[in-house]
């Protein structure tokens, strides 16, 4: 391990910590004194929204946003903390996963069919108005993938249960019904078809099987599964969602539906989906990164540099580490571009970067907790045996 990686991992670490978990996110506009000016249009929601989110400077303190929790975030950390006691063996990651995990039942949404989380504020977006606390197949996705690794770990059943309540709530959301499979829904409030929130639900659900082989779970995953690759692009890419209104191409969203794929095979056995695992990973090594390891946004541009799409694309190059010779090297070459050109003295990464200025605001969720999971990644990816993988030691065969 480098010292540079290493310090930069104990300096986030210490950040998130000495904030208790709690911080800004990109889309928390609307907890602003001034959201009644908007006069419930949402419109001029999304304006103020968007206004507060991509300002150059954070304007939060200015007009009365102040530092929430983050569910997903505290899943990120607490996946974080799993991953370094399973590097380093103290139990005080164990002990800081567990009561993260803990908190996190705790603050489950009330009133679902199983265990889901959402925002803590109101997010207006081009589909709509999205009430804070509603539950997303993101969030609950993400969030139950450090349940399952608290299982394979420490091998208490109740992480199990709570991975499996998620897979309940999964398995009664809205789906997209086609005749090459079937969409789960980002959320439970209206139909929303898009392809990283349909596979990291399929992911949930496969890795969930592979400890209690409930065959709906598998056969919902595999027509997931069927309905993005069915609709993945020649060259390998995916838009973010069919309807054209969605028709971009980006980084981490590339790798959240590679990471996906790659679970739902590593764990059901299922091999007929490899090609497009295949092809899209080639395309995501070609398409997204410059020698220097700057991370591009865009299929098709480079800015803004965006923090969330260096945090994954480490992430995601470590979890194909094994197979893969050059993604070990890859992630070390990101990770150590974004240390030196978006990590601040204070330990925070900053959320963006554009051609002419650094948007330095330090988002939790978005940009601290995401790139301590990588770092935590990574700094397991280095210190294990040659061809050995990151995937939990513990974990059972498939049945």
């Known amino acids: 391990m480098s010292d540079p990686i290493q310090q930069s991992l104990e300096s986030v670490q210490k950040w998130i910590e000495d904030r208790g978990y709690k911080g800004y996110d990109p889309g928390d506009g609307l907890t602003s004194f001034l959201r009644p000016l908007t006069f419930g249009n949402l419109f001029a929601e999304r304006i103020l929204q968007q206004a507060i989110w991509k300002s150059p400077v ?18 990120f950390t607490a996946w974080a903390y799993l991953l370094l006691y399973r590097a380093l063996g103290s139990p005080e990651f164990r002990e800081k996963a567990v009561a993260c995990l803990d908190w996190l039942d705790r603050s489950r949404e009330t009133g679902q069919s199983g265990h889901c989380w959402g925002n803590h504020f109101d997010f207006t977006t081009r589909s709509g108005r999205m009430k804070a606390h509603t539950p997303t197949i993101v969030w609950s996705g993400l969030i139950g993938q450090a349940f399952l690794e608290a299982y394979e770990q420490l091998g208490e059943p109740r992480f199990l249960a709570i991975s499996e309540s998620i897979c309940e709530w999964i398995l009664r959301l809205p789906r997209e019904t086609t005749s090459t499979g079937n969409c789960l829904s980002y959320t439970g409030v209206f139909q929303n078809s898009v392809h990283n929130s349909n596979l990291l639900g399929a992911a949930m659900l496969a890795r969930t099987w592979r400890h209690r082989p409930k065959e709906e779970y598998r056969a919902v995953a595999r027509d997931a599964v069927r309905y993005s690759c069915s609709r993945q692009r020649p060259d390998g890419s995916w838009w973010y969602g069919e309807n054209p209104k969605y028709h971009w191409i980006d980084n981490f969203h590339t790798a959240y539906n590679l990471d996906s794929l790659k679970r739902y095979i590593d764990n059901t056995g299922d091999q007929s989906f490899r090609p ?5 990973y080639e395309y995501f090594v070609k398409t997204f990164f410059e020698p220097s390891g700057r991370p591009r946004y865009y299929h098709n541009r ?7 799409c260096a945090a994954q694309a480490i992430d995601t190059f470590c979890f194909f580490g094994k197979e893969h010779p050059e993604a070990l090297p890859m992630a070390g070459k990101i990770a150590r571009w974004t240390i030196q050109n978006m990590q601040d003295p204070d330990g925070f990464f900053y959320y963006r970067k554009y051609s002419a200025l650094t948007a330095r605001t330090p988002y939790f969720h978005w940009g601290q907790a995401t790139m301590f999971k990588a770092l935590a990644h990574l700094y397991l990816s280095l210190s294990l045996p040659a061809g050995e993988t990151t995937q939990s030691a513990v974990a059972p065969s498939p049945p």
């Open 58 to 75: 954070n304007v939060r303190p200015l007009v009365g946003v102040v530092p929430l929790d983050s569910t997903k975030g505290r899943g």
């Open 276 to 280: 497009n695992l295949d092809r899209g």
């Open 302 to 308: 480079t800015y803004p540099i965006d923090i969330q």
